[in-house]
């Protein structure tokens, strides 16, 4: 028999950034963590890992603390943004509990220094992880204030040569507007960085698009809800947006 017929199709891509947030461990919940969803989670990203594919991976804290929030409510903006950095470390901590109940290697790393509970980010280490086929959750943010999530997962995407951003949410794939309450929301297949600026399409932060496009660094938004799409994008089937040139 050939052995060619059974053989699953190489990746496209051999080095990925899976960007999250936080409010995707929610489950439906409307605060914290949600046991069931993280477990959900990995085991998506253990499919993937299972195809070779090296994995890094940015969660946001917004199902914990949003600094933009805080700082909306009177709190005094840098305060409030480094407390949502400290909610990124929570959750990438319960993402990696759950990945090494699989039996996958990860590595919390923190752009703020927790020696106790995480590595520090010293960029070399990270991409020998990776090279050994661990699991990178990048935590903390950049580690500065004024800048969010998206914008650290594809500051860390670019420094560790990742090919790809892969954008989790909860629809599958970038609409004209939003497609929960617009039964006419028309989908694209591929859009470019310039157009999701200037008709602001909320794919990510204006600093985290205007990075991936000047790093010719496409960004592929697909429904994290959605069982099996994270691996079937890898395999070159599945619904989704890729934003590029």
Not at 121 to 135: C, D, F, G, Q, T
């Amino acid at each position: 028999m050939n052995d060619t017929a059974t053989k699953e199709p190489a990746p496209a891509f051999t080095r990925v950034m899976l960007k999250i947030s936080g409010e995707a461990l929610m489950g439906d919940q409307g605060f914290g963590l949600h046991p069931p969803t993280v477990q959900r989670i990995a085991r998506e990203v253990k499919t993937v890992h299972d195809m070779g594919v090296e994995i890094c991976m940015v969660i946001g804290g917004g199902n914990i603390f949003r600094g933009l929030q805080g700082s909306a409510q009177g709190m005094e903006r840098t305060t409030a943004d480094y407390m949502g950095m400290l909610a990124t470390v929570m959750n990438a901590l319960a993402m990696q509990s759950a990945m090494e109940e699989l039996n996958i290697h990860t590595r919390v790393i923190s752009a703020i220094p927790m020696d106790e509970i995480c590595e520090p980010y010293i960029r070399r280490r990270a991409v020998r992880h990776l090279e050994k086929k661990r699991v990178c959750i990048f935590a903390a943010g950049t580690g500065n204030p004024y800048f969010t999530t998206d914008t650290a997962a594809t500051l860390r995407a670019n420094e560790m040569a990742c090919e790809a951003i892969f954008k989790g949410t909860k629809v599958d794939g970038v609409y004209d507007k939003d497609p929960v309450k617009y039964a006419d929301a028309k989908r694209y297949d591929r859009v470019s960085y310039d157009e999701v600026l200037q008709k602001h399409l909320g794919v990510m932060d204006a600093s985290a698009i205007a990075l991936a496009r000047d790093n010719h660094l496409p960004i592929i938004v697909f429904s994290l809800d959605e069982p099996g799409g994270f691996k079937g994008i890898l395999a070159g089937e599945g619904t989704y947006t890729t934003v590029h040139d």
